[in-house]
Structure formats: C-alpha cells, structure tokens
C-alpha cells in the first residue's frame, strides 16, 4: 500500500508570502495524487488532484502542486496566501483500489 | 445535492454504551467510506462499500466495530461496547465509481467516549 509523508506539521506564513507545503509518497508505480483542505469543524474538501499528463496540477483557491516522480514527490504550492487559508491540508495517495491513504497533515497559520 | 449527510454533528457517551454512526451518500455515487480521525494517527480508512458491498474492512480496529449499508442511500458504523480510545472525528464520503473521481467528505460526527 501507498504510505504518504507529510514533512511539515505546521507551516507559519505571513499573509500574502508564498507558502510550499511538502508531500512524499512511498511507491514507484502508477499512483493518484490528492491534495485536500480541512477547514476548522469541516469535513475535508478536494483542492487538486494529479492522475496523468502534465506534472504540474492547479486547483482551486490558486493553489497548485508539481508531480516530481524521481523524487517521488507532490508538493503543494501557493504564490500569495491569505489569511482564509488557514488550515489543515492533507496530501493523499491511491494506487489500487479505491481508499486513499492520507498524510499526517500539515496545519498552515497565515497571520498578518 | 446536499452533499454527504452525517448525523449525529456531536456525540458524547460513556465506555460501555452502544454508538451508532449514521451517513448519507451524495445520491448516484457507487463508493462510501468511512474514516477515522485522531491526533495521533492522523485519518484512517476503516472500511469502504461499493454498491452496498463491504469491500475492504482491513481497518477497521477490532469487533467491537461494526458497519453495514442495508440500501444505496443509507449506511451505519457501531461502536459496541465504546471505550475511551474510540473518541474521535468519524468521517464518512462517498464518490463515484472510477480511481481518479474525488471522494466527498460529510462533516464528520465528533465521538467524545468517557
């Protein structure tokens, strides 16, 4: 199965700075990659994905991720972020099947 | 559509005592799946349907856990007995039938066991 590691537990920024949160997962073979946003008290909402083609995947809110599968990573990238981007974002993996394993996730702080 | 359904929002229980999770899929939608969030474990699968049929249960964390999806539109994780470790935020989503189709997440049902 997919393990996903998420390097960064917690990312402080300052509003309008940009923001790299980092994802690595664990296999060489075909994989679906997930970016997802939790929101304080909500359920988790999807914000990009990568299945094939180009290796560089927006989203929603001008977020945007980058497919390096050498370095068997997905990291997740913001140019200027806001305050309302303040919270939890997991990345996730699925190769077979249909569950997706999630990282541990990484809580993003924009403060002014 | 609504969206994924889940009820109770909050349930707050003593060890010993029969839980019962309860979700609606988003209409037309082939998968359901029920998740666990901790602290320290981070969002775990537990067990997914797909057309009413339990799939891979793999997760799920002992026989106190049970679930079951009697119809496309409804299904139920129990919890008998709980204990304090099973606290937690219980999410369920639901998607369609392909691998690459976006799983939706209900709001989750936060299970506080004392």
């Known amino acids: 199965a997919q393990s996903v590691t998420q390097l960064d537990s917690q990312v402080p920024v300052f509003e309008e700075a940009p923001v790299e949160l980092r994802c690595n997962y664990s296999?060489?073979?075909?994989?679906?990659l997930f970016w997802y946003v939790q929101y304080p008290n909500q359920g988790l909402q999807l914000l990009l994905k990568?299945?094939?083609?180009?290796?560089l995947v927006k989203g929603i809110n001008g977020f945007e991720a980058e497919f390096n599968k050498s370095q068997t990573s997905f990291h997740l990238r913001k140019p200027s972020v806001h305050i309302s981007d303040t919270a939890e974002y997991f990345c996730a993996a699925r190769s077979s099947g249909y569950a997706l394993n999630f990282g541990k996730g990484t809580s993003l702080l924009v403060t002014p | 559509d609504a969206g994924v359904i889940q009820s109770p929002r909050h349930e707050v229980t003593e060890m010993g005592q029969e839980v019962t999770l309860r979700c609606k899929p988003i209409s037309g939608h082939d998968y359901l799946f029920w998740y666990r969030q901790t602290m320290m474990r981070g969002l775990e699968l537990l067990i997914y349907?797909?057309?009413?049929?339990?799939?891979?249960d793999s997760g799920m964390p002992e026989d106190r856990f049970s679930a079951k999806m009697p119809n496309a539109s409804f299904s139920t994780l129990k919890i008998q007995p709980s204990e304090p470790r099973d606290s937690a935020v219980y999410f369920c989503a639901s998607s369609l039938g392909t691998g690459w189709d976006e799983q939706f997440f209900g709001p989750g049902t936060r299970l506080t066991v004392l």
């Open positions: 296999s060489s073979v075909s994989v679906y």
């Open positions: 349907f797909n057309n009413n049929v339990p799939i891979d």
């Open positions: 990568y299945l094939s083609g180009s290796t």
